[in-house]
C-alpha cells in the first residue's frame, strides 16, 4: 500500500508558490485560479485542486492576506490527497487548522517562506487492503526558499525541523520523532511535460535535469501491537539521499550510519547496525561510454545475545559482526541502451543484423566487473574480484579474470551440522559443490578462479567451455 509523507502534505501548500511571480496578493490570488472574494489586501479561495495524472491534492478555504510585504496563506478546511486512480486509489484527508505559510521576495528575487503547521491531522479514508491509518499531531513546520532562473530552472531548499507525529492503523499503533530534514533541490524543465515521456531517458534527451540532495537527521520509532502488547523500538541514525540526472549520467544514492532495533523489554530481541548504502549511477543518453555502477552495503550487523540465543542456544557459531559489501561496474551496449532510452520494446524475432541481436538480449552488457565483493559473517568470509568483456552476440563471456576467495566455509557446514539448522545430507552436497569448484590454498581456504580468454572458459586453469 502506497504510503503519504509529511513532505507530500507539504507540497500541498507550497506547490502554487512557483507560478507566483513576486510575494504580493495581486499575483498569489490569480495564481490559485479560484472562485474567490477580494477586498483591498485580503482574499478568500473556496477551492484549489492540483497535481499529476498519480497524485491529486484539493485544499478548501484558504485565506490569504497581505501586510507589509509578506503574503501570509492560511488553509481552514479540509484538504484531501489522492494517489493513484481507480480501485487502486488511496485517499487521504487532512485536516491542518492553525496552519500558515508566510511568503516574502527578497530584493534579488528569491522567494522565501515559513511554514507553520503545528498539528496536521491525516485520516486514509479509502481503505484499501483492508487497512486504515490515522496520523495525528504531525508537525510540519519549517522554512524553505524559491528561485527561478532563465531557461526554466527551478532552485529550491528546505528545512523541516523536528518532526513528532502519532500514526495508527489495524492492530498497529505507532509514535516517531526524528530532528531536521533538509532538501536541496535545482531542477531544469524539459521541453514538454514531464508526463509526456515514456521514460526519464527521454525527458533527459530533451533538456531535462535536476540535482537534489536530502539529508535526515537521527529519527526514533515506537511500535506497539494491539494484539500482544509487543513494543519495538527502532533508531536510525543521521541518512543522506541524493538523485542527480544530466545530459551524462542518471544516478541515485540512499547511505545511512547505522542504526538500532530492539523489543522495548529487558531481554528483548534486536541488535545494531553500522553502515549502510544502496546505489546505481548509469549512462544517460545512448552512445554514452559512461560506465554504470550499483552498490549494495551493510556493514557490521550484530543481533544481541537474545537473538543469538534463539538461533544459536548452545553458542556454537562465532558472533562476529555480519557484514555485505559489493559494488558492480560495467558498460551496456550502445545498441541495447538507445532502445532502453527510447521506450520502445526489443524485437521478439533475432535475425542477422547485430543491432537487432542486442536488443533481443535480456542482459545487454558489453563489460562488466567486480569492484568489491565481501561477503562475511559466522566464522566465514567471501570475498572477489574481476572484470569481463562480453560477447555482444551471446552475452556470454568473451575476455577477463576474477577470483572469489573462501575462508572458514567448511568450518561453517560443519558447525551448522552441529546445530541442527542444516542435515548431514545437505552439508555434504555442499562439501562436494565446494570440492568441484574451488581450489583448496590452505587450512580451510580455497579460491575460485573464472578465466574467459578468446570466449573459452577456465575454471581454475583448466577448460571446461
Given at each position: 500500500m502506497k504510503r503519504i509523507t509529511p513532505y507530500l502534505i507539504a507540497a500541498a501548500?507550497?506547490?502554487?508558490?512557483?507560478?507566483?511571480?513576486?510575494?504580493?496578493?495581486?499575483?498569489?490570488?490569480?495564481?490559485?485560479?479560484?472562485d474567490l472574494s477580494a477586498t483591498g489586501t485580503t482574499a478568500d479561495i473556496p477551492e484549489f485542486t492540483f497535481g499529476k495524472e498519480d497524485v491529486q491534492i484539493t485544499l478548501r478555504d484558504i485565506r490569504a492576506?497581505?501586510?507589509?510585504?509578506?503574503?501570509?496563506l492560511s488553509p481552514k478546511g479540509e484538504g484531501t490527497v489522492v494517489i493513484g486512480d481507480g480501485e487502486d486509489a488511496q485517499t487521504f484527508s487532512f485536516l491542518a487548522q492553525g496552519s500558515e505559510v508566510r511568503l516574502s521576495e527578497t530584493d534579488d528575487g528569491v522567494l522565501a517562506g515559513e511554514i507553520s503547521a503545528p498539528s496536521v491531522i491525516m485520516i486514509d479514508e479509502s481503505g484499501v487492503e483492508g487497512r486504515a491509518m490515522r496520523a495525528e499531531g504531525v508537525d510540519l513546520s519549517g522554512t524553505f526558499s524559491l528561485t527561478k532562473t532563465p531557461g526554466g530552472k527551478t532552485v529550491v531548499s528546505l528545512r523541516q525541523e523536528k518532526t513528532?507525529?502519532?500514526?495508527?492503523?489495524?492492530?498497529?499503533?505507532?509514535?516517531?520523532?526524528?530532528?531536521?530534514?533538509?532538501?536541496?533541490?535545482?531542477?531544469?524543465?524539459?521541453?514538454?511535460?514531464?508526463?509526456?515521456?515514456?521514460?526519464?531517458?527521454?525527458?533527459?534527451?530533451?533538456?531535462?535535469?535536476?540535482?537534489?540532495?536530502?539529508?535526515?537527521?537521527?529519527?526514533?520509532?515506537?511500535?506497539?501491537?494491539?494484539?500482544?502488547?509487543?513494543?519495538?523500538?527502532?533508531?536510525?541514525?543521521?541518512?543522506?539521499?541524493?538523485?542527480?540526472?544530466?545530459?551524462?549520467?542518471?544516478?541515485?544514492?540512499?547511505?545511512?550510519?547505522?542504526?538500532?532495533?530492539?523489543e522495548d523489554t529487558e531481554n528483548g530481541i534486536g541488535g545494531v547496525f553500522g553502515p549502510y548504502e544502496a546505489s546505481f549511477a548509469l549512462p544517460s543518453i545512448a552512445g554514452s561510454e559512461e560506465p554504470f555502477r550499483v552498490v549494495m552495503k551493510w556493514i557490521d550487523i550484530r543481533p544481541n545475545e537474545t537473538a543469538w540465543a534463539k538461533i544459536d542456544p548452545t553458542g556454537a557459531l562465532d558472533r562476529a559482526p555480519l557484514s555485505i559489501d559489493t559494488a558492480l561496474f560495467g558498460v551496456l551496449a550502445p545498441d541495447a541502451f538507445a532502445s532502453m532510452i527510447s521506450g520502445h520494446e526489443p524485437l521478439e524475432t533475432p535475425s542477422d543484423d547485430l543491432a537487432e541481436n542486442v536488443m533481443e538480449q535480456d542482459f545487454p552488457f558489453q563489460e562488466i566487473g567486480i569492484e568489491t565483493f565481501a561477503i562475511s559473517g559466522l566464522g566465514a568470509s567471501i570475498d572477489?574480484?574481476?572484470?569481463?568483456?562480453?560477447?555482444?552476440?551471446?552475452?556470454?563471456?568473451?575476455?577477463?579474470?576474477?577470483?572469489?576467495?573462501?575462508?572458514?566455509?567448511?568450518?561453517?557446514?560443519?558447525?551448522?551440522?552441529?546445530?541442527?539448522?542444516?542435515?548431514?545430507?545437505?552439508?555434504?552436497?555442499?562439501?562436494?559443490?565446494?570440492?568441484?569448484?574451488?581450489?583448496?590454498?590452505?587450512?580451510?581456504?580455497?579460491?575460485?578462479?573464472?578465466?574467459?580468454?578468446?570466449?573459452?572458459?577456465?575454471?581454475?586453469?583448466?577448460?571446461?567451455?
Open positions: 501548500v507550497i506547490a502554487p508558490v512557483p507560478a507566483l511571480a513576486d510575494a504580493h496578493l495581486v499575483h498569489i490570488v490569480p495564481a490559485l485560479n479560484g492576506e497581505e501586510e507589509n510585504g509578506i503574503v501570509t513528532l507525529s502519532e500514526m495508527s492503523e489495524e492492530g498497529l499503533a505507532s509514535s516517531s520523532e526524528s530532528g531536521p530534514v533538509t532538501l536541496d533541490l535545482a531542477m531544469t524543465n524539459p521541453a514538454q511535460d514531464l508526463s509526456d515521456y515514456e521514460t526519464p531517458f527521454e525527458a533527459i534527451a530533451d533538456g531535462f535535469a535536476f540535482d537534489m540532495d536530502l539529508t535526515g537527521d537521527t529519527s526514533t520509532q515506537t511500535s506497539t501491537e494491539e494484539e500482544t502488547g509487543r513494543v519495538l523500538i527502532a533508531k536510525a541514525d543521521p541518512w543522506t539521499m541524493t538523485a542527480d540526472a544530466n545530459d551524462t549520467v542518471l544516478s541515485f544514492s540512499f547511505k545511512g550510519e547505522g542504526g538500532e532495533i530492539h572477489g574480484e574481476g572484470a569481463f568483456t562480453i560477447d555482444p552476440l551471446t552475452m556470454e563471456p568473451k575476455d577477463g579474470e576474477s577470483t572469489f576467495r573462501l575462508t572458514g566455509v567448511q568450518g561453517l557446514i560443519d558447525t551448522l551440522v552441529t546445530t541442527g539448522l542444516i542435515a548431514e545430507a545437505d552439508a555434504e552436497q555442499a562439501r562436494m559443490m565446494l570440492a568441484m569448484f574451488s581450489k583448496a590454498e590452505g587450512e580451510d581456504t580455497s579460491t575460485i578462479t573464472l578465466k574467459a580468454e578468446e570466449s573459452k572458459i577456465f575454471l581454475n586453469g583448466n577448460q571446461f567451455r
